[in-house]
C-alpha cells in the first residue's frame, strides 16, 4: 500500500463545475498536508495547506481534513481551463519529510 | 517570492559519467530537498538537508550523493550516471520543512 494516494484520474469536468479531488494517507502520526499544483512541463506550486480537522476555504479552493478517516480532499469550486493540471497531495510527519501522491490530472472543458 | 534556481533545464549524460546537478535559493532558507519525479512513481525523495554541512537520506538515495557547503547552494551529485537515473530532478528549499518551494527541474537523460 502507498503511504500517500490519490485518484488515479484523470478527471474531467466543465467548465463552471465543482471538482472534488481526494486523497488518503496511511501514517496516522502525519501532522501536515497540502496541495500542490503541477502545470504540464512545470514544476509544483504549492496552493494549500490543512493542519486540523475540518475546512479551509482560500478563495475557490477549499480543502477538507480528517484525520480519524485518514483523509484530505481538494474542492475547486467555478472550475476554470487555467485549473487544468495535476494536483498533487502531499503530507508530513514531525520529520519534516513530505510524501507525495502521484497526483491526479484534472481537465477543465470549456 | 522565493527564488529556486537549477542550474539546467535539459542534461544529457553518458552511462558511467559523473554528474553534478545544482541548486541555489535565495531566500535563506535552512532546508533543502531533491526529488526526483517519475511517470507512474510521483515525487521521490533523494536527500535533504536541514543545515549547511547535514544531510539526511530520503527514500531512495542509492547512487546519489549530496553536498550543501554553503546554506544558499544544495548540490545532487551521481557517482556514476546509469540509465535508470534519466529523470525529472527537482530541487526544494523550506523555511519550515513543509511548505516547499522548488526550481524549475532538469530533465537528465542518461544514454
Known amino acids: 500500500q502507498k503511504e500517500v494516494e490519490q485518484n488515479s484520474g484523470p478527471l474531467s469536468v466543465p467548465e463552471g463545475a465543482i471538482a472534488s479531488l481526494n486523497c488518503t494517507y496511511s501514517?496516522?502520526?502525519?501532522?501536515?498536508f497540502f496541495w500542490y499544483r503541477q502545470y504540464s512541463g512545470k514544476s509544483p506550486e504549492l496552493i494549500m495547506s490543512i493542519y486540523s480537522n475540518g475546512d479551509k476555504e482560500d478563495g475557490r479552493f477549499t480543502a477538507q481534513l480528517n484525520k480519524a478517516s485518514q483523509y484530505v480532499s481538494l474542492l475547486i469550486r467555478d472550475s476554470q481551463p487555467s485549473d487544468s493540471a495535476t494536483y498533487l497531495c502531499a503530507v508530513s510527519t514531525n520529520a519534516g519529510k513530505s510524501t507525495f501522491g502521484d497526483g491526479t490530472t484534472l481537465t477543465v472543458k470549456p | 517570492d522565493v527564488k529556486v534556481t537549477q542550474s539546467s533545464r535539459y542534461l544529457v549524460k553518458r552511462t558511467g559519467e559523473k554528474v553534478f546537478l545544482e541548486c541555489v535559493q535565495d531566500m535563506d532558507h535552512e532546508n533543502m530537498f531533491w526529488y526526483r519525479q517519475d511517470p507512474g512513481l510521483g515525487l521521490r525523495l533523494i536527500y535533504f538537508?536541514?543545515?549547511?554541512?547535514?544531510?539526511e537520506k530520503g527514500d531512495i538515495p542509492e547512487g546519489y550523493s549530496v553536498s550543501r557547503e554553503k546554506k544558499e547552494r544544495f548540490s545532487l551529485i551521481l557517482e556514476s550516471a546509469s540509465t535508470n537515473q534519466t529523470s525529472m530532478y527537482l530541487c526544494?528549499?523550506?523555511?519550515?520543512?513543509?511548505?516547499?518551494?522548488f526550481g524549475s527541474g532538469t530533465q537528465l537523460s542518461v544514454l
Open positions: 526544494a528549499s523550506s523555511l519550515t520543512r513543509e511548505k516547499l518551494f
Open positions: 538537508s536541514y543545515d549547511v554541512k547535514m544531510k
Open positions: 501514517d496516522r502520526v502525519s501532522q501536515s
